[in-house]
């Protein structure tokens, strides 16, 4: 037999529509955990190391659990939204692992974690649901 059969596939390439949703979703991730910081007294342009530092577990969280979860190399449809939900719900806590470690100052006091993981799981949904909105309409 000289065929092959190849089922479930991925596509390995990433276009651009997936660069710019990947960008879209650390410039949400970003924003908001900043925003947070900036709600609490923090001030990222007098303190940007500080503010570095409280984004980047959350950050990491989400690069790695993007990756083992192929958000960015699956094909469209609504599996990649339910993808992304569940996605950033794991990252979500690798992320509060990551800053209640001694390697980060903060911590995970409650509610902090819901309030985390719940307003980025909003966001990133309404904005990866918008974005596809726009890419199939300019098609």
């Not at 303190?47 to 980047?56: D, F, G, K, N």
């Not at 577990?57 to 958000?71: D, M």
């Amino acid at each position: 037999m000289d065929t092959a059969v190849q089922a479930g596939s991925r596509e390995n390439t990433l276009d651009r529509k997936r660069v710019i949703a990947g960008v879209g979703d650390l410039v949400i991730i970003t924003g908001l955990v900043l925003l947070g910081n900036v709600e609490h007294g923090g001030n990222p342009i007098a303190e940007p190391l500080a503010s570095l530092t409280t984004a980047v577990p959350f950050v990491i969280g989400w690069l790695a659990v993007a990756a083992l979860a192929g958000v960015y190399t699956r094909p469209d449809g609504i599996d990649d939204t339910r993808l992304t939900a569940v996605a950033w719900i794991a990252a979500a806590n690798v992320g509060l692992m990551i800053r209640g470690s001694p390697l980060f100052e903060g911590g995970t006091t409650w509610p902090f974690p819901i309030v985390i993981t719940g307003t980025v799981l909003v966001a990133l949904l309404g904005w990866r649901l918008g974005y596809a909105l726009f890419v199939s309409r300019t098609r």
